[in-house]
């Protein structure tokens, strides 16, 4: 399938709205392609784009001075990861997710989960938006359900709210709710190496079990473990209003600088 979208996406004739061009190029949401071009900064074949006008194969689009090239069809997708599966591109590993998926089309994935932790993982072609989703300055929301082997008590659930100890720094502040004796849910705006286990660790606690539901606007849902679906329309389109002001660069706020040192995109 995906290399049939593929050839038909490179082969085909027809023209393509500017805004759903720059959309599918991966620069942002059509909503605020519109105010691009409203303000006049897009360009076709060096002349300023109107509104609703439609790009020919082979024109150069620029946004500013910088050129738009769209060679393929932008692919973000959502994948349930089971227990076992490694994130990595290593070749010589069995159980990466590279070979799990066996994708048609050259993609990776945004943010690790390690190999005993499962759920959601997100997997696409499109560079910008793994930096801006996972530079930690960009303080955006990945939500886990935690099980332990203990009862979870008042104090632990505190002093993981506020931060704790490890890999020489102190995590940052998150929200975190019990929902079950031995079991909980987190929200981190961070990623550090193997973080939600080092923290429960730290506390006297193990993790017996890590699934991550949610990454900004998408939920892991009913996806069934070790299916992938493609982000619809709208996910795209709220994932986009919500990565606009992030940066590309390490452009961190002060309380996170100490601990981007450590980011492992986890």
Do not use: W
């Amino acid at each position: 399938m995906g290399n049939r979208m593929k050839t038909e996406f490179l082969t085909k004739k027809e023209p393509v709205r500017l805004n759903k061009f720059l959309s599918e190029a991966g620069v942002c949401s059509r909503r605020e392609a519109d105010r691009l071009i409203e303000s006049g900064q897009v360009f076709i074949d060096g002349k300023k784009a109107g509104m609703g006008v439609k790009v020919l194969p082979g024109q150069e689009v620029k946004v500013g001075k910088k050129i738009v090239s769209k060679k393929e069809k932008m692919i973000v997708m959502a994948v349930n990861k089971p227990r076992g599966i490694v994130c990595t591109e290593e070749k010589r590993e069995k159980n990466s997710i590279i070979r799990f998926l066996n994708y048609p089309d050259r993609i990776t994935y945004v943010g690790r989960l390690d190999k005993d932790s499962r759920g959601l993982l997100l997997m696409t072609n499109n560079g910008d938006i793994i930096n801006k989703m996972m530079r930690a300055g960009n303080l955006h929301e990945k939500e886990y359900k935690v099980t332990v082997d203990k009862a979870i008590t008042k104090q632990f659930l505190q002093k993981m709210a506020l931060g704790v100890p490890i890999l020489d720094t102190v995590t940052r502040p998150c929200k975190i709710e019990q929902i079950g004796k031995y079991t909980f849910k987190i929200i981190l705006t961070q990623g550090l190496n193997r973080q939600i286990r080092r923290m429960c660790e730290a506390l006297g606690y193990e993790v017996k079990d890590l699934l991550r539901v949610r990454i900004m606007n998408i939920e892991l849902g009913s996806l069934k473990e070790g299916s992938y679906r493609m982000l619809s329309d709208q996910e795209l389109e709220e994932l986009y209003d919500l990565l606009k002001d992030s940066s590309n660069n390490m452009v961190l706020p002060a309380d996170a600088k100490n601990s981007d040192q450590k980011e492992r995109r986890k």
